[in-house]
């Protein structure tokens, strides 16, 4: 059974600072995995998303990487601002595209 | 870009009652639409995946007598929780996706607070 952790449950950091999330997940058979943001009460936003084939995505200030064979994957921000507090989802897709989300890091970032 | 809608935004009722839940994919036709719950400070669990025109495949540990789910034309996928009590209180949020299972991008809807007293 496909099982997605994520470190930290939560992080804060002053704004301008660079930081990294990290996923990781038990079976390395995955189709694609994305991250996605979150804010409170809200739905769900997708940031970056890596096919299994592919090692890493950038998208301005977002890098995701993927190291499949180790279950590995993380959310690079540089200079993080106020607007990127959230909480912060992976999540490994199966077969008929069904998504494992991990548990989410939830992201402070303070002026 | 592709739209996908949720009503109620968000709702209360009495234990007992059913309550319908709509998600509707405002520009695209979507094959497949999925459902997920979050309870608070906790990640999405996958409910049930439909299908348009086909019956639900549901979840393990997931009750399809109690969460009803329709997909009857390729915008239109409806949730029913049906003799709602305090437990079923969560936030249901629905995706979509158009195309085949080759197509990677699911669109989120922006999701359902249920409250039952």
């Known amino acids: 059974k496909q099982e997605v952790t994520q470190i930290p449950a939560a992080l804060s950091v002053p704004e301008g600072e660079n930081l990294v999330l990290n996923c990781s997940f038990t079976?390395?058979?995955?189709?694609?995995l994305q991250w996605f943001r979150q804010d409170p009460g809200k739905g769900l936003t997708s940031l970056l998303l890596?096919?299994?084939?592919?090692r890493e995505q950038t998208s301005g200030r977002l890098n995701a990487s993927l190291d499949k064979s180790s279950g590995r994957s993380t959310l690079y921000i540089a200079a993080s601002q106020p607007g990127d507090s959230a909480t912060y989802l992976c999540?490994?897709?199966?077969?008929?595209?069904?998504?494992?989300f991990g548990q989410g890091t939830e992201l402070s970032v303070k002026p | 870009g592709a739209v996908v809608s949720q009503h109620p935004s968000w709702v209360i009722c009495k234990s007992g009652t059913s309550v319908k839940i709509e998600c509707r994919s405002l520009?695209?036709?979507?094959?497949?639409m999925f459902w997920y719950r979050q309870f608070p400070k906790q990640s999405l669990m996958l409910m049930a995946t439909?299908?348009?025109?086909?019956?639900?495949?549901?979840e393990q540990g997931v009750e399809k007598d109690k969460f009803l789910i329709n997909h009857a034309s390729l915008t239109l996928s409806t949730l029913t929780v049906t003799s709602a009590h305090p437990e079923d209180s969560s936030f249901y949020i629905c995706s979509a996706r158009a195309g085949g299972p080759g197509t990677d991008t699911q669109y989120f809807g922006p999701g359902t607070r249920l409250t039952v007293l």
């Open positions: 890596i096919q299994s084939s592919q």
């Open positions: 439909s299908n348009e025109g086909s019956k639900a495949t549901y």
């Open positions: 079976d390395s058979a995955i189709y694609n």
């Open positions: 520009d695209f036709q979507a094959t497949t």
């Open positions: 999540a490994v897709s199966r077969q008929g595209g069904k998504l494992i």
